[in-house]
Structure formats: structure tokens, C-alpha cells
């Protein structure tokens, strides 16, 4: 099995902190894909497939959760299964979030353990991956 | 309120500083901080929402750069100032969610702006070290300063 991630947030330094989980994790993935917003992630998936994405909440130009909506609205987008990776700690919004149909929600700052326990369940992949 | 506001920003600074990049806070009083700051960014942040307000974080380059470096792995002296201000950025965004949600509850929601980074960080600098509700911090052993200035909507908060 070989993986593609895309990883949405607008800091360049948290992209890096979550492929470092990555490598980490020792995940079966093949390649990262970074994007700084909701508007570049939509570009990135215009014809690139991706097994799952890692989105932030608070974006310039298009938020995270625009993102999500433009996604569940496509009907290949919304089969991408999407992690929310945010300081977001509003139940209420996180429960939007739930509704909105994400596959796992993860709280900044999140230990290498939190990042892979969550990827490896909502990718299904086994412990040892 | 304000006093409990102050120990909620020193434990979750700590708590953040430590998870996100291995970096260990102590509180300080005003007159260890040093009276100016060279070299220094600071960050703000727009709060909206169930309430309005900013959370403001100020730190020399030391510790930027380190906060860089461990959580990248780069070398602390090789960090960009481009990199320092990045960090310090989301820094004060982790910082921003962990508070609200200690002070207010995961009930309210709200809505914060993409940090910003400020001119003249020297200012801020004196401003803060004097201001009564600005907490301290030493981070390994570098002076950080974080002030929450904040109004709960008292329709949302009833």
C-alpha cells in the first residue's frame, strides 16, 4: 500500500511539523502534498488524487471549513477522507465540523502517538503500518 | 477573575511550549524581564465571536528560533527571521485556542484572525513588561511576555 497525504494549513512550519509525524509514524506514504489554503488544496485536487487530507481550520483566502463543503459537494472530493488538524476547541464547532461528514478531528499541538493513532483509524491501516 | 485569567495563561503556555517544541516556561515577575528587547516579534491575534479581544505575544529572537528548530529540527542558528516570525505565529494561534477553551468552555465559538505579525516589537516590549494584566514568562531562561485582553459577550456567555 502507498499512500498520498495532502496537508492544508498556511503555516509552512506546521506542514512541516505534520510530515514529520508522518515519517514518524512510519506510514505508508508515498508523497506529501502541501497546499497554504482551501482555494490551493481545491487546485492541487483538480485532477491529482490523494488518499487523504490534513486540513487547518483558520486560512486566508478560503478556511478550512469552505474546504470541506466545496469537497462533500464533489462527488469524487467527497470520498477524500479529511482530518481536521486545528487549535479549534469549540465542541459546537467541532460537532458542525462531525456533521459536515470529517473523518477525525485533531487538537494543535497533538504528540506524534495522537497523529498516528488517528490516521492509522480513519485510514484503517493496522498497527504495524 | 483577572488573577485566575493570569494562571490559566502561564499553565497553558507552559503545557503548549513543552508539547509543541520541547521548551520549558517559568513565570516571572516584571523586574526579571529586562527593561528593553533587541531583536524581538510580536504576534497578535483577533478574537471575534463569543467574545472580542486579541491575545499578544512578544519574544525575542532566541527563543523564536529555537521554537523553530525543534519543532522543524533545523539548526536554532541557522533560522530565518522569516522562520522566527512563522513560529512565533503559530505559536501564539495554539496559544490563542488552548486559552479560550480553558478560560470560556468548549460550549462558545470563536472566531480568530491569522496572526499578525507587529512593527516595532520594542514598544510592545515596554508597553507589556508594565502592563498589570500582561503575564511573564522566562522560557528557557529567555523573557517571553503574553497578554489576553478579552470581553466576553454577555449575551453568549449568560
Known sequence: MSLRILIVDDSPIIRSVIEKNIKLAELPVTECMHAGNGQEALNQLDGEWVDLALVDINMPVMNGVELIEKMKQDDLLKTIPVIVASTEGSQTRIDALKELGIAGYLRKPFTPEQFKEQITQVLELNDAA | ?158
Not at chain 2, 92 to 113: H, K, S, W, Y
Request: charged residues 20%; aromatic residues 4%; proline residues 6%.
Open chain 2, 1 to 158: 477573575m483577572q488573577h485566575d485569567q493570569s494562571e490559566i495563561i502561564e499553565q497553558v503556555a507552559t503545557e503548549v511550549l513543552e508539547q509543541l517544541a520541547f521548551m520549558f516556561a517559568d513565570p516571572a515577575t516584571p523586574d526579571e524581564l529586562p527593561e528593553t528587547i533587541t531583536e524581538a516579534y510580536v504576534a497578535q491575534i483577533g478574537i471575534r465571536g463569543a467574545a472580542t479581544g486579541k491575545l499578544t505575544v512578544v519574544a525575542g529572537h532566541e527563543i523564536c528560533a529555537e521554537l523553530t528548530a525543534n519543532i522543524t529540527g533545523e539548526e536554532a542558528d541557522e533560522v530565518s527571521i522569516e522562520s522566527a516570525v512563522m513560529a512565533i505565529g503559530e505559536l501564539t494561534n495554539v496559544l490563542c485556542g488552548q486559552m479560550l477553551t480553558q478560560i470560556a468552555g468548549t460550549d462558545p465559538v470563536f472566531d480568530l484572525e491569522p496572526p499578525a505579525i507587529l512593527d516595532h516589537p520594542q514598544d510592545h516590549w515596554g508597553a507589556l513588561v508594565n502592563d498589570p494584566n500582561a503575564v511573564a514568562l522566562l522560557v528557557d531562561d529567555c523573557p517571553m511576555v503574553v497578554l489576553l485582553e478579552l470581553k466576553m459577550d454577555s449575551a453568549q456567555a449568560a
